[in-house]
């Protein structure tokens, strides 16, 4: 027969019942994990008893606790009915291949899940993104997915209702994780969601009070960064991400520049982390390791951003050009100086030299190398003499910038630097004579 769920199991005294209130509760529930995890090691003893033990005493002792343990069982049954708990549960057995690839192929099981984007309960959204990414993680199903969420219109709604609205920082990152995954599998998703806001015009009214409000993915993003930004490192490497695959189409791109709010506020934003924020004068260099990720992302945004300037002229981001060259060389500085070796190696390094390739971090080290050499480089190509002249005084052009700059970006970028030093011999000649004393592959084509 059907049961009422039995309630939480019953405290031993006031010290308990505080627990229950903070770290020992399990997400919004009045579980206990404490009881919980005792329970599930007082099943597993069970399943594998010790060898040896006989006699009827102790028979009749364990028939006694398999009566208690039942009882406890029953109750650990009565907890997956919670909403929360049970999507958590799926998703833990979710990370076993073959289960996963049985909850994906059953549509009923997906369309479920998917509802449950439209709770108001965060630790159940939570575990439903994670859920979620855990599927879109797994290669042989993630197209099941991803056709399931393209098919399932609320799902973008849900998604950047939480982007913009919650609080919960552990919420938005993993939500965020979800829309990264999502774009990096299918660009035509995408292209959809960044669409699916360019249905209603930028400052268009809604008419009707009462009709579903028109997300749009850029705005919702970066309310998202926000809230993690000073928080979650991780998070807020995910969100720049998300802002920088939107970047790699078109649309992407306008749906950023082509509304003068959107376009402003992603500047402000992004040009604020990188300035004032990310690899200042006074962080050591090796601080560059933990921030080479989202640095490339944010640089790749803003450098996206800077080449629609010209046609897009609400944009206010021309007094942003000399504490962004400022940045940009201060991160090429700190990169040279992290990829230097010791002078003077340890003894146990000389004793046994280990050849290995390139790690991870040389991957991103390098991608942000990229990056900021091409960002620069454009840079310097819409400097006018009043930028440079404006540049030397305040020192972000000095000459040993200059050249630090020049080491990074010659020879690939040598007609960005010829034009840049043209532009810096009509305001002090001595310096331009200096910098290509320097680099005499400048001075060569000037």
């Given at each position: 027969?059907?049961?009422?769920p039995?309630?939480p199991?019953?405290?031993c005294g006031?010290?308990?019942?505080?627990?229950?209130?903070?770290?020992?509760?399990?997400?919004?529930?009045?579980?206990?994990?404490?009881?919980?995890f005792?329970?599930?090691?007082?099943?597993i003893?069970?399943?594998?008893?010790?060898?040896?033990?006989?006699?009827?005493?102790?028979?009749?002792?364990q028939?006694?606790?398999a009566?208690?343990?039942?009882?406890?069982?029953?109750?650990?049954w009565?907890?997956?009915?919670?909403?929360?708990?049970c999507?958590?549960?799926?998703?833990?057995m979710a990370?076993?291949?073959?289960?996963?690839?049985?909850?994906?192929?059953?549509e009923?099981h997906?369309?479920?899940?998917l509802?449950c984007l439209?709770?108001?309960d965060?630790?159940?959204?939570?575990?439903?993104?994670?859920?979620?990414?855990?599927?879109?993680?797994?290669?042989?199903?993630?197209?099941?997915?991803?056709r399931?969420i393209?098919?399932?219109?609320s799902?973008y709604?849900?998604?950047?209702?939480?982007?913009?609205?919650?609080?919960?920082?552990d919420?938005?990152?993993?939500?965020g994780e979800?829309?990264?995954k999502l774009?990096?599998l299918?660009?035509?998703?995408?292209?959809?969601?960044?669409?699916?806001g360019a249905?209603?015009?930028?400052?268009q009214?809604?008419?009707?009070?009462?009709?579903?409000?028109v997300?749009?993915?850029?705005?919702?993003?970066?309310e998202?960064?926000?809230q993690?930004?000073?928080?979650?490192?991780?998070?807020l490497?995910?969100y720049?991400?998300?802002?920088?695959?939107?970047?790699?189409?078109?649309?992407?791109v306008?749906?950023?520049?082509?509304?003068?709010?959107?376009?402003?506020?992603?500047w402000?934003l992004?040009?604020?982390?990188v300035?004032?924020?990310?690899c200042?004068?006074?962080?050591?260099?090796?601080?560059?390791?933990e921030?080479?990720?989202?640095?490339?992302?944010?640089?790749?945004v803003?450098?996206?951003?800077?080449?629609?300037?010209?046609?897009q002229?609400?944009?206010?981001?021309?007094?942003?050009?000399?504490?962004?060259i400022?940045?940009?060389?201060?991160?090429?500085?700190?990169?040279?100086?992290?990829?230097?070796?010791p002078e003077?190696?340890?003894?146990?390094?000389?004793?046994e030299?280990?050849i290995?390739?390139?790690?991870?971090?040389?991957?991103?080290?390098?991608?942000?190398?990229?990056?900021?050499?091409e960002?620069?480089?454009?840079?310097?190509?819409?400097?006018t003499?009043?930028?440079?002249?404006?540049?030397l005084?305040?020192?972000q052009l000095?000459?040993?910038k200059?050249?630090?700059?020049?080491?990074?970006?010659?020879?690939?970028?040598?007609?960005?630097?010829?034009?840049f030093?043209?532009?810096?011999?009509e305001?002090?000649?001595?310096?331009?004579?200096?910098?290509?004393?320097?680099f005499?592959?400048?001075?060569?084509?000037t």
């Amino acid at each position: 027969m059907d049961r009422n769920p039995s309630p939480p199991p019953p405290s031993c005294g006031p010290e308990d019942e505080e627990d229950l209130g903070g770290g020992d509760r399990i997400g919004s529930t009045v579980y206990s994990k404490h009881w919980l995890f005792g329970v599930l090691s007082g099943l597993i003893q069970i399943v594998t008893p010790e060898s040896g033990t006989s006699g009827s005493a102790d028979e009749e002792e364990q028939a006694d606790l398999a009566e208690e343990m039942e009882n406890e069982i029953c109750r650990v049954w009565d907890m997956s009915m919670d909403e929360e708990i049970c999507v958590g549960i799926l998703g833990n057995m979710a990370c076993f291949r073959e289960i996963c690839e049985s909850i994906s192929k059953n549509e009923d099981h997906g369309q479920v899940l998917l509802q449950c984007l439209c709770d108001s309960d965060p630790p159940t959204l939570l575990e439903t993104c994670r859920l979620l990414l855990t599927c879109l993680s797994q290669t042989e199903v993630a197209s099941v997915w991803v056709r399931r969420i393209r098919e399932h219109p609320s799902v973008y709604a849900n998604v950047c209702f939480i982007m913009s609205s919650s609080t919960n920082v552990d919420l938005l990152v993993k939500v965020g994780e979800v829309v990264d995954k999502l774009f990096d599998l299918d660009e035509k998703l995408m292209l959809e969601w960044i669409r699916k806001g360019a249905t209603r015009l930028p400052g268009q009214p809604q008419e009707d009070s009462e009709e579903q409000p028109v997300f749009s993915i850029v705005p919702c993003v970066l309310e998202a960064a926000k809230q993690v930004r000073s928080e979650n490192l991780e998070g807020l490497d995910v969100y720049m991400r998300i802002l920088q695959l939107l970047t790699t189409v078109d649309d992407g791109v306008q749906a950023i520049v082509q509304c003068p709010d959107t376009g402003n506020d992603t500047w402000r934003l992004l040009f604020d982390l990188v300035c004032h924020e990310f690899c200042q004068p006074d962080d050591p260099p090796v601080t560059l390791q933990e921030q080479k990720t989202v640095l490339a992302s944010v640089f790749s945004v803003l450098s996206a951003i800077s080449a629609s300037r010209a046609e897009q002229e609400h944009l206010k981001i021309e007094e942003g050009d000399l504490p962004l060259i400022d940045s940009l060389i201060r991160v090429l500085q700190n990169m040279e100086h992290c990829q230097k070796k010791p002078e003077n190696p340890s003894e146990s390094d000389t004793e046994e030299p280990t050849i290995c390739g390139p790690t991870q971090d040389d991957f991103h080290m390098k991608i942000l190398k990229d990056i900021s050499c091409e960002f620069l480089s454009n840079i310097f190509q819409v400097l006018t003499k009043e930028k440079v002249a404006q540049g030397l005084k305040e020192g972000q052009l000095s000459k040993q910038k200059c050249s630090c700059a020049f080491q990074s970006l010659l020879p690939l970028y040598g007609p960005a630097v010829e034009d840049f030093v043209k532009v810096v011999r009509e305001v002090d000649e001595a310096l331009a004579d200096d910098l290509e004393d320097s680099f005499p592959s400048v001075k060569a084509q000037t």
